[in-house]
């Protein structure tokens, strides 16, 4: 099933033989037939182990395709921000699919080799060619028709029975809205839009394919649970980044009680209220350096229990001494591994799907951030990689 929009190059480019290339290798005159073009290079060096600094970038230096069939695991970037005010992560998947390029095939810690595991491949973006556009589901609301069609992608990607390990994401669509564009130039930065409403789209592709809500550990600074409805009102979108969570309880998309918030802090936080009140367990940075990276991982894999798992990985949740490249940087944060220790804590348990969002390379001069997001992403890959050899596929293929 073709259902990616471009790129079937690259794709007609892999299956070709690769004379030339290893004939440079041993040294040998290439042939004079074989062309010499860089999609031979890419294609080649994904086999032969050559300089990690070649050839196009995939998520990982995986294969690109087009196709999802004998497909495990599906990286996707959903690259989108809208275009004005703090622009960015829009940036951000394709900028990590290049950091990724220096990651091993497998995790140093704990020696999951997700390659090995399952088929894996770069499946190109979910990006939204309609922004603009208006939703038949909620037409009042710019930003769902979005959503709309990013779910479509993951729609497809569930139907096939592939995993999607996410780069993303949406930042909140404000160009769709009038009020909440001038909302933005009138308010204080720290009430711009980021992103983070694409786990959202995603969760709706999910929960159908599953067939139950979903446990999630949810890793961020900020709970994204603030009330819909007064959002909506005040902004003219109910689906803005800081309320994917609070919908998602309103969906029936999440199980609250197998919802775990970590790394929670700082002034800009919303919605901590109401993530109590819908039963999450919310650990906040202070309760986090008491206990300790492991203590919390093991308190969150115990949430999890036998549920479909997802994850969702918001950078800020690092302290901006390793990703100072996203939108609402809060001190007093995460560090890598301890990040690391977190998402290993879930091992064993059925992930199904994760993202990472935020990721701002645009704000990061040192340009770490998109090369932390690709290392977190990998250990995300390696979750979903396990549980699929372990559980086989989460959800039916209906193709
Ligand atoms: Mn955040």
Avoid at 12 to 31: E, I, K, N
Avoid at 114 to 142: H, I, K, M, N, Q
Avoid at 184 to 192: C, D, F, Q, R
Avoid at 285 to 296: N, P, T
Wanted: charged share 20%; net charge neutral; hydrophobic share 40%.
């Amino acid at each position: 099933m073709a259902f990616l929009r471009r790129d079937t190059c690259i794709r007609a480019a892999a299956t070709v033989t690769h004379t030339f290339l290893r004939g440079v290798a041993t040294g040998a005159a290439p042939p004079s037939a074989a062309p010499n073009c860089d999609l031979h290079r890419w294609a080649d060096g994904l086999r032969h182990g050559l300089p990690k600094f070649t050839g196009l970038a995939t998520f990982f230096r995986q294969p690109f395709r087009d196709t999802l069939a004998g497909l495990d695991v599906a990286l996707v970037g959903v690259p989108y921000d809208s275009g004005a005010n703090h622009p960015g992560t829009r940036l951000g998947p394709r900028e990590i699919r290049n950091k990724s390029s220096v990651i091993r095939r497998v995790n140093q810690a704990t020696g999951v080799r997700p390659f090995d595991l399952c088929a894996v491949a770069d499946v190109g973006d979910a990006w939204v060619s309609r922004p603009y556009a208006v939703s038949t589901v909620e037409p009042t609301d710019g930003l769902r028709a979005c959503h709309d069609e990013i779910q479509a992608f993951y729609n497809q990607l569930c139907a096939a029975g592939v995993s999607p390990v996410t780069a993303g994401g949406v930042r909140q669509g404000e160009s769709v809205s009038p009020l909440y564009h001038s909302l933005l130039v009138t308010t204080p930065a720290y009430l711009a839009p980021q992103d983070h409403s694409i786990s959202l789209p995603i969760l709706r592709a999910l929960r159908k394919a599953v067939g139950q809500p979903l446990a999630m550990m949810h890793l961020d600074a900020h709970c994204d649970t603030a009330p819909p409805d007064e959002i909506g009102a005040a902004t003219g979108s109910r689906y803005p980044n800081y309320t994917p969570f609070s919908c998602a309880v309103e969906e029936g998309l999440i199980d609250p009680k197998r919802v775990i918030q970590i790394g929670i802090r700082g002034p800009t936080s919303t919605g901590r209220m109401l993530s109590k009140d819908f039963g999450f367990r919310v650990v906040e940075m202070e309760e986090f350096y008491d206990a300790r990276a492991r203590s919390i991982g093991q308190l969150a894999r115990s949430l999890m229990g036998d549920a479909p798992v997802y994850v969702t990985f918001d950078v800020d949740a690092l302290d901006p001494a390793y990703a100072l490249g996203t939108g609402s940087p809060e001190d007093g944060g995460l560090t890598t591994l301890e990040a690391q220790i977190l998402l290993r804590s879930l091992r064993g348990a059925r992930v199904v799907g994760t993202d990472f969002v935020c990721c701002s390379p645009v704000w990061d001069t040192t340009n770490n951030t998109p090369r932390v997001a690709a290392n977190m992403m990998f250990e995300q890959l390696c979750l979903v990689a396990e549980a699929r050899s372990k559980f086989g596929r989460p959800f039916k293929s209906s193709t």
